[in-house]
């Protein structure tokens, strides 16, 4: 959470609805139709549960006709179907939100299905079965079910219990539980990041994750589907596409996911998009369609990836759930002083940004945005945009002071690029002691070659690989820590990016053509990761790519120290930009003002 809304909401006692009451009024709102909202109920109450309830259901949803079976009061399945009205009537983004909430492709339900692919689990992964904050446990919306997309990016859904937890599209943890194969690896490397924007084009890449992984949306889907965060392990990955294809192929439509979002249809129908059956509001468009009676397993694999990237596309900041406007104080300020508020056709985003930067400087008496401008209600801050704001507006984009604008460029407030600021050696320091970071012995790419198992992740190839440089810091493992894009390039293992990565790599390290081999770029990969947006922090902490801080004054804090340790040069491997960055506590109140700015009222 963000810095108001964490500290307030730490004080408060969260009551989550039990899913089987949730599967229970959705049901009824499918049979009945939809009811309108009370925006005047109490957040927490049953009335405004059951409005919440309500208000997400898309219209004329019924069972199938075929005697779809109804749901069952035994079923612990998430089956409040909140999902954004943004959806309605785009058939491929109904089914990408569909698949994006399915917990059978996972490793824990093929171990415990015995085989019957629309099976109820007689017990579900202990994973799911809470949802962890750093502050405290709270029941698991998909409790009693099995590892899904959803489990670790969240979007409303404990809003209708606490309206200051919804997520954007992350979880609450420092680093997300992932399911038990008993390999030690009770949790994900890294902290669960936003999904919003993420599919957004950029220029001149675009490649995702926090160190490069993924070329595209769809490898970063399928092979999250088919890897160790839904509980299959590296040699299992062709297991793991056979259990997936026979999910969509054997589907029967009886699950509740299938009740209201495919009106019972199973996936092979919706898939097909042809048959009699499917109604023209479930119809994917031709060119998503495909015959899985027919299919291989990888093609029906590839589809998913098509519907779920269809489904991600409609997760942007700046509108909420129902795809109306949801402006933060910042781009309300925008507006009101005629400041722009994107690029023009054609200008890329640091063009952009200097023009900006131009027109603030102008600025001579600002309009201030005040309570009368917005309302934030999943925020425990004011709708306001001041003094305050406007200098850490300035000192954001001022490259001698908080020098942000150099990574963080608007509108976005993400280059996309690669970046080390130095997180990985403060969270290493912080538990080996100063300049224990430096000391590491990294290999070279040669010695990186001849003992891959040793230095790299975990792979197809090399399923017993240690992952040393891709792992938590912990003082019972020395020298293992968390570096980044290193794990990624020049690795064999993960051929489909490569050839953007290097092109990148070179271009933002100003490398001529003939300095730009892999041996010679692979020291410059140490702690690089990518750049994330500081759009609405209030709902998408705890922060870093490690998850351990929880304020934005941490944050800003954080970058204190590394600067500093730049200008020294006592930080290894230091992006240029860090010793730039000369904040005070002044700047540190100033700049948090402005970030807290960026919130928007995300659901």
């Known amino acids: 959470m963000g810095v108001a809304s964490s500290r307030r909401s730490r004080e408060r006692i969260v009551v989550v609805p039990d899913p089987r009451a949730l599967l229970i009024a959705a049901a009824a709102l499918i049979a009945g139709g939809a009811v309108g909202s009370d925006r005047s109920a109490d957040p927490g109450s049953r009335a405004a549960q059951q409005a919440n309830i309500s208000s997400s259901v898309p219209p004329n949803v019924r069972p199938h006709a075929r005697g779809s079976a109804a749901p069952d009061e035994s079923i612990t399945h998430a089956a409040k179907t909140v999902f954004p009205r943004t959806l309605q009537g785009v058939p491929v983004r109904l089914l990408g939100d569909r698949l994006f909430r399915e ?13 019957n692919l629309n099976a109820r689990l007689e017990r579900g992964d202990p994973t799911v079965e809470v949802v962890r904050t750093t502050t405290r446990t709270l029941p698991g919306p998909f409790r009693g079910l099995a590892m899904n997309c959803r489990h670790c990016h969240l979007g409303d859904d404990f809003l209708p219990a606490r309206p200051l937890y919804g997520r954007t599209y992350c979880d609450f943890e420092r680093r997300s539980g992932i399911p038990d194969r008993k390999d030690g690896r009770a ?9 919003l924007n993420l599919t957004l084009a950029r220029s001149p890449y675009n490649l995702l994750h926090f160190d490069g992984e993924f070329e595209s949306v769809e490898d970063l889907v399928t092979e999250t589907l088919t890897g160790r965060n839904f509980g299959w392990l590296p040699q299992e990955h062709a ?4 259990h997936i294809a026979r999910v969509i192929k054997e589907d029967d439509g009886s699950d509740p996911l299938a009740l209201s979002y495919s009106e019972g249809l199973p996936y092979r129908l919706v898939f097909g998009g042809a048959d009699k059956d499917v109604p023209e509001r479930l119809r994917v468009p031709l060119h ?5 009676t027919r299919a291989s397993d990888r093609a029906i694999l590839s589809a998913i990836g098509a519907f779920i990237h269809a489904y991600m596309d409609a997760l942007r900041f700046g509108q909420d759930g129902r795809g109306t406007p949801s402006e933060s104080p910042y781009d309300v300020f925008l507006e009101k002083n005629g400041l722009p508020r994107g690029p023009d056709v054609g200008e890329v985003d640091e063009a952009y940004a200097g023009r900006l930067v131009s027109a603030i400087s102008r600025l001579a008496k600002p309009r201030w945005v005040t309570a009368e401008d917005g309302h934030l209600a999943l925020h425990g801050q004011p709708f306001f945009f001041g003094e305050l ?3 850490g507006l300035r000192m954001f984009t001022d490259r001698r002071i908080g020098n942000c604008v150099a990574c963080h460029v608007p509108p976005a407030f993400t280059d996309g690029r690669f970046h080390n600021n130095g997180t990985s050696q403060v969270e290493y320091d912080a538990v080996f002691g100063d300049g224990a970071f430096v000391a590491i012995e990294v290999p070279d790419l040669e010695t990186r070659n001849r003992d891959p198992v040793a230095y790299l992740p975990p792979s197809g190839r090399y399923p017993a690989a240690i992952g040393r440089f891709r792992s938590a810091v912990s003082v019972a493992i020395p020298g293992h820590t968390d570096l980044g894009v290193w794990n990624v390039f020049a690795n064999p293992s993960v051929p489909k990016p490569q050839r953007v990565l290097t092109q990148a790599l070179c271009n933002q390290m100003a490398l001529p053509g003939g300095a730009c081999r892999p041996g010679s770029v692979l020291p410059h990969t140490i702690g690089l ?19 351990g801080v929880d304020t934005v004054e941490e944050v800003l804090s954080q970058y204190v120290v590394a600067s500093e340790l730049a200008r020294r040069g006592r930080l290894r491997n230091r992006d240029p930009e860090l010793s730039h960055i000369h904040l005070g506590a002044r700047g540190i109140a100033a700049l948090s003002a402005f970030l807290n700015a960026l919130n928007e009222d995300y659901h």
């Not at 297991?239 to 056979?242: F, G, K, P, S």
């Not at 998503?288 to 899985?292: F, K």
């Open 529 to 547: 990761f990518k750049t994330p947006t500081v759009r609405d922090l209030g709902q998408s902490g705890p922060y870093f790519h490690h998850g």
């Open 288 to 292: 998503y369609r495909i015959d899985v």
């Open 103 to 115: 917990t059978r492709f996972s490793e824990f339900f093929f171990r415990n299905s015995s085989g």
């Open 239 to 242: 297991l793991a596409t056979r």
């Open 389 to 391: 704001e406007l200098e």
């Open 187 to 195: 949790a994900a490397v890294r902290n669960s990041p936003t999904m």
